[in-house]
């Protein structure tokens, strides 16, 4: 048995925030917030001045890029994550969302790695959106040997 997860290791992915995507995700996660559907009224807001993005759909693309990048070679399972807001996402930005592994500790009992991660996500005027660290448990996928 031995490691499965390296220190050092990045990977990112990239999304665009149209404001189709933006309704649509906020009406599947039950966000019916106006600032995510109404583009009147959300333009109206000076703060933002149209559509912003639910918080909920950037922070479920971090949290998704763990699970898909991992579960390509391994079976990655969620334990923490921490993330803050930083600023909004607005009607077609388009935001990278990047995680580094900052620790990697082979477990016995549990015949895996607990990595820990930093995260990030970035729009493209180089603005942080969402600073993250995350916890996994990551193995060898059922069946293999690690």
């Not at 997860?5 to 906020?26: L, N």
């Not at 079976?75 to 990697?104: N, Y």
């Not at 995260?119 to 969402?130: H, S």
Request: include cysteine.
């Amino acid at each position: 048995m031995g490691k499965i997860v390296t220190a050092g290791e990045t990977f990112s992915a990239t999304h665009a925030f149209t404001p189709a995507s933006i309704r649509e995700f906020s009406a599947l996660a039950h966000d019916f917030n106006p600032l995510h559907h109404d583009a009147e009224y959300a333009a109206a807001d000076p703060r933002f001045g149209g559509l912003i993005s639910s918080g909920t759909q950037q922070m479920s693309y971090l949290a998704a890029l763990l699970a898909t990048h991992y579960s390509k070679t391994a079976q990655p399972l969620g334990l923490e994550f921490d993330m803050k807001l930083r600023r909004a996402v607005r009607a077609d930005d388009v935001i990278t969302v990047r995680w580094t592994v900052t620790d990697s500790q082979w477990k016995d009992k549990l015949a895996g790695d607990i990595v820990s991660l930093d995260g990030e996500a970035v729009n493209q005027r180089g603005e942080t959106v969402i600073a993250a660290t995350a916890k996994i448990l990551v193995c060898a996928k059922p069946g293999t040997r690690a």
